[in-house]
Nanobody, 121 residues
Framework: QVQLVESGGGLVQPGGSLRLSCAAT??????????MGWYRQTPGKQRELVAH???????NYADSVKGRFTISRDNAKNTVNLQMDNLSPEDTAVYLC?????????????WGQGTQVTVSS
């Protein structure tokens, strides 16, 4: 079992920046984290991908955040960060860390509890 612990959400004005962090922890050695990244969700809408990064550090971004958000990953520490710049009110959401772990010959998906990001003046 893998736990994802997020931090870094909060309230920021339009045009501002926030940095989200997520760490994967487990009571035993974590298998290969194939994909690690972030989704976001707002009331009444489907959860949507923000950005994720493979274990080879290949990044994929939603079109709405390209050029504003940057994902980074430390495979040795099992962490992923999301630097969010030039934030707009449309970015307001609960941001959830997501990881796909390959272990015991299977892929397992894990989710964090979520961290609130609010962009408002």
């Amino acid at each position: 079992q893998v736990q994802l612990v997020e931090s870094g959400g909060g309230l920021v004005q339009p045009g501002g920046s926030l940095r989200l962090s997520c760490a994967a922890t487990s009571a035993r050695r974590i298998g290969n984290i194939n994909i690690m990244g972030w989704y976001r969700q707002t009331p009444g809408k489907q959860r949507e991908l923000v950005a994720h990064m493979s274990s080879e550090n290949i990044a994929n971004y939603a079109d709405s955040v390209k050029g504003r958000f940057t994902i980074s990953r430390d495979n040795a520490k099992n962490t992923v960060n999301l630097q969010m710049d030039n934030l707009s009110p449309e970015d307001t959401a609960v941001y959830l860390c997501h990881a796909v772990v390959y272990e015991d010959s299977n892929y397992f998906a894990y989710w964090g509890q979520g961290t609130q990001v609010t962009v408002s003046s």
